[in-house]
């Protein structure tokens, strides 16, 4: 027996009529996907059939991508794609085992060596996803008796490295640094502390603010992690981050970050003092007991870095582009969230009235990110520059987006 969401592709059993261990919870994330589905608005799982690029091919149609974290646009860079080329000429597909084992190439160490360099750290490890490194890094410092002190906005692959530690786990209110005093006034001053925080918040891309949390960490004896993400390659001197934007990159204990950004590569990175690289190296198990990175996704990851060196031209443009994205935006009607990254938001309010307009979206030529609460306050449509969108792209995303909103209603109609 199948329940009435039948046009969902998913045949849904009747749990009633299976063996326990045959069902499955009801849950609501997914009755809402299969309603989407019926009405043929489910914005998840899309193909792309085109390069990562400002534009790609989706359902057949060129369409404008504003729903990607290729902020430096590098993702078909020539340069990018001959050097992955190269490696897997040289070194074939894959390592076939960990880090710790046979799975360390030398370009995994000039790499590492590369990022140290780059973020002003002694060293540095890479681990297969940037979820990776957030899962092995905060379990592997983090022990018993210890604290973390994390904010409330956090990705959750740093939720889920709290979960993993042992280390007792304390939430303070987002990006506010009077809660985070009160926390750390609660805490031992011997205690070993862990204060992480996302440089750039992924969803709103709102900037953490780096200096107070600083501050407060070293008045109340504890290490300060920043997860940089969203951060890295177009923020600072040479994108080195929300740390180079304050010019306290030396304030940072720990530096996490993706390689699946501004690097268009994949894979995640962790950049401190010596002695916490190589405690580390012994006791992240998601580096110990995982595949290490394959040649072409490193060899990718550090010739983004040599671009990252020469990139003012692009970091230039896509703060360009978001500034004129936004500014048209906001001109149209449209309730933006405000900020000093690519990261453009979009508040639609109603999660249906979010669906059905990005659907229209596609439709036109444009593509988002729908993100509904709770990962954002209120239903919104997550948008992003990339450095090699040209303004005639902005200015057409700008046209549908005006033209699909007030079809959508969205946008009030034009007196
Ligand atoms: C803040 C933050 N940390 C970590 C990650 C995970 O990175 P990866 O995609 O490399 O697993 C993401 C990805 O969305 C992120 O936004």
Request: hydrophobic share 40%; proline share 4%.
């Amino acid at each position: 027996m199948v329940n009435s969401m039948t046009e969902s592709n998913v045949i849904q059993p009747d749990n009633a009529q299976l063996s326990t261990k045959n069902r499955i919870k009801p849950s609501p994330r997914v009755n809402m996907a299969h309603l989407a589905k019926d009405m043929g608005i489910y914005p998840y799982f899309i193909p792309n059939y085109g390069q990562i690029g400002p534009r790609t091919i989706i359902n057949g149609k060129e369409t404008i991508m504003l729903g990607s974290n290729n902020y430096m646009g590098l993702a078909n860079h020539p340069e990018m794609i001959r050097v992955a080329m190269e490696a897997v000429q040289k070194y074939g597909t894959g390592c076939t085992g960990s880090r710790y084992l046979n799975g360390t190439l030398d370009l995994h160490i000039e790499l590492e060596e590369k990022l140290a360099k780059f973020t002003e750290k002694d060293a540095g490890i890479c681990f297969s996803t940037g979820m990776q490194a957030n899962l092995g890094v905060i379990s592997g410092l983090a022990q018993k008796g210890d604290y973390i002190i994390s904010d409330a906005k956090n990705h959750a692959s740093i939720v889920d490295g709290c979960r993993l530690s042992y280390a007792e786990t304390k939430v303070f209110d987002h990006d506010n640094m009077e809660d985070l005093e009160r926390v750390l006034r609660t805490l031992p001053r011997d205690a070993n502390k862990l204060v992480i925080s996302d440089g750039v918040f992924s969803m709103e891309g709102n900037l953490a603010n780096v200096p107070d949390l600083s501050e407060l960490s070293e008045q109340y004896n504890a290490r300060l992690m920043i997860d940089d993400a969203h951060g890295v390659g177009y923020l600072g001197k040479h994108g080195e981050g929300t740390g180079g934007y304050y010019n306290m990159m030396d304030k940072i204990d720990l530096l996490v970050g993706t390689f699946s950004k501004s690097f268009a590569s994949i894979g995640g990175f962790v950049t401190a003092r010596e002695d916490i690289i190589d405690h580390l190296q012994h006791h992240a198990r998601s580096l110990i007991y995982s595949a290490s990175l394959p040649p072409a996704s490193v060899a990718a990851a550090s010739k983004a870095i040599d671009l990252f060196y020469e990139g003012d031209e692009r970091r230039e443009q896509v703060m360009k582009n978001a500034k004129m994205f936004r500014d048209g935006l906001d001109e149209l009607g449209f309730t933006t969230i405000q900020g000093k990254t690519p990261v453009v938001p979009i508040i639609i309010g109603d999660v249906m009235k979010m669906l059905k307009f990005n659907h229209k979206l596609i439709e036109a030529g444009v593509y988002t990110n729908p993100v509904p609460p709770p990962a954002a306050v209120k239903a919104m449509l997550r948008t992003s520059m990339i450095a090699t969108h040209t303004e005639q792209d902005v200015q057409e995303a700008l046209e549908i987006f005006e033209k699909v909103g007030r079809k959508t209603r969205i946008l009030k109609k034009k007196k």
